[in-house]
């Protein structure tokens, strides 16, 4: 059980200011989605929280220990992170490509001890991909690539989750079933963080909500406390319906407000 | 997943024995297989001569820059995910052999110095980080070889300002046949100005090899994957530099031998990019030693050089491996 605790933070990118003073606490068991508009900086924290940009005030940390200071061995254990819109640049075995998971703890692709097998075939069967073992990765289809590389992120097993825009590619049936893996994951007792631009799934599926807008953590929270047609209006731009139907909450945007 | 061992490397490793065996038979002076190698391991008088001394040090020499120049392919286009990245195309080779110009029209060393070796390395090796960091982290082949093309242009302008410079005919002759890379007349001199450098440079790819593996999966990921993505770079462009220079500072400027080694191991080895560096440095060993061979079996009047041959034989086949992934290199990442 790992508890990452975002402190103060700051980060520069180049010379502007991309996170101001964040203050979050993610809880493992717990599936947090970030939301926020187009360069919010939900990337940059998503990165900021794997150890892959410098702080440039305040700190992300592990269990108390600093994220940026970690050996980057015993880091890429414990954070498993799933970066946006990855590609696979040879023609590699699906089953391969989800066994790249496995470096971190010191398996090669190709000599993986039972438990590594074990875990790519877990993380494969979980996102759908069971019996695509063999299949050339250049050969799969946008969303099966991208369940390809969660299986990649997951096969990892690590006690936290970060995945940016993992479902960004997909059709509706299959962000369902990956976004019902990441839930179980977290259920399972992992610390999960998912950037998601769409509101209802991030309604349907989010134990807790962070809404960033330029830079600052706007809210936290539960779905129904962060996703008020207000905040809607003031961080999107957009006027819309926040309603109830069968107890699930139900966005509905309308038109974008002038001048936002 | 456990792969059976592929019979490639045995497979390469009898193809070489088979070619070193060619190489010391093969030239002006007719010497039998069997004279050969009787004049290989004992002295045979004249024969000796031509074999220990006049062939051998070719056919080591072509095997080691043959090794090197496989490897630093394979582990370039591993690096930059790209299976047309090469020394040559960064123009590292014209990059080297201006480094070397530079140094032979000082006036102050012979084709026999130390100096030699360390200026090509400087020259290779400044190109290549010039044409990575020209080129950014996220750059297209398209921006990559068009880079390449303007540091190789740069160098090569460099070496005729040099060579037209010169005051020397004869030693202008002399450098010119020189760029035209070839392993005549070489010497167990060259073989021992250029070994150190080529275990050296296969030092330093070697250990990178496992860092390929998570690269393939982009920058990000493999740091993710808990992968120095900056210490691998460094290994890698240090690695191809030195071996590149120290390969053009004894045989002139050969090139693609590094572009083409990689595509003819994948079908045996598959496409990680940490299988396939080893058996990419013994198919460039061979296709070097194979070019060496053919060169001095071609019917002319001076001996066809090794170098012209390899760009006839790697050009086409650049332009193939272009026109067969033409869809993708357009927008895909380096």
Partial sequence: MMRLEIRALSVDLGARRALQGIDLSLEPGCLTVLIGPNGAGKTTLMRAMAGLVQPSAGEVALNGAPVARMRASARARAIAYLPQGGTVAWPLPVESVVALGRLPHGEEPDRLPAPGRDAVAAALLSVGLAGFENRPATSLSGGERARMLLARALATQAPVLLADEPVAALDPRHQLIVLDGIKACAHAGATVVAILHDLNLAARFADRIALLDQGKLEASGAPEVVLTEARLASSFGIRARVATEDGRLLIVPQSPLPGA | ?334
């Fill in chain 2, 1 to 334: 997943m456990p792969r059976p061992p592929s019979p490639l490397i045995p497979g390469l490793i009898a193809l070489l024995g088979a070619l070193s065996l060619a190489s010391l038979v093969i030239g002006p002076a007719p010497i039998s297989t069997l004279a050969a190698l009787k004049a290989f391991v004992s002295d045979e008088g004249a024969a000796s001569i031509v074999v220990r001394e006049i062939r051998l040090p070719r056919t080591v020499l072509a095997l080691m820059i043959g090794w090197v120049f496989g490897l630093s392919g394979a582990a370039l286009q591993g690096m930059l995910r790209n299976p047309l990245a090469d020394t040559a195309v960064f123009g590292a080779l014209q990059a080297a052999a201006f480094g070397a110009v530079l140094v032979i029209y000082s006036g102050l060393v012979g084709t026999l110095s130390w100096a030699l070796p360390f200026a090509a390395i400087a020259g290779a090796m400044l190109s290549i980080a010039l044409v990575v960091a020209v080129a950014g982290r996220s750059a297209t082949i398209v921006v990559l070889v068009l880079a390449g093309l303007a540091v190789g242009s740069l160098a090569g302008a460099g070496t005729s300002l040099a060579i037209s410079l010169s005051p020397n005919p004869f030693a202008v002759t002399e450098i010119v046949f020189w760029l035209l890379g070839s392993f005549e007349d070489r010497s167990v001199v060259h073989v021992g100005l250029s070994a150190p450098f080529v275990l050296m440079a296969s030092l330093l790819i070697l250990k990178a090899s496992s860092g390929l593996r998570a690269l393939a999966l982009g920058e990000e990921t493999a740091r993710s994957l808990g992968t120095d993505v900056a210490r691998l770079r460094g290994l890698i462009v240090a690695g191809a530099a030195i071996g590149t220079g120290a390969s053009v500072a004894v045989a002139g400027s050969i090139g693609f031998v590094g572009l083409v080694a990689p595509h003819l191991v994948r079908p045996f080895v598959g496409y990680d990019p940490a299988r396939t560096l080893v058996p990419a440095g013994l198919a460039g060993a061979a296709l070097l030693l194979a070019a060496d061979c053919a060169v001095r079996l071609i019917p002319s009047g001076a001996e066809v050089k090794v170098g012209v041959l390899t760009a006839l034989i790697g050009v086409p086949f650049f332009l193939w491996v272009i026109a067969r992934r033409r869809a993708e290199l357009v927008e895909a990442p380096a």
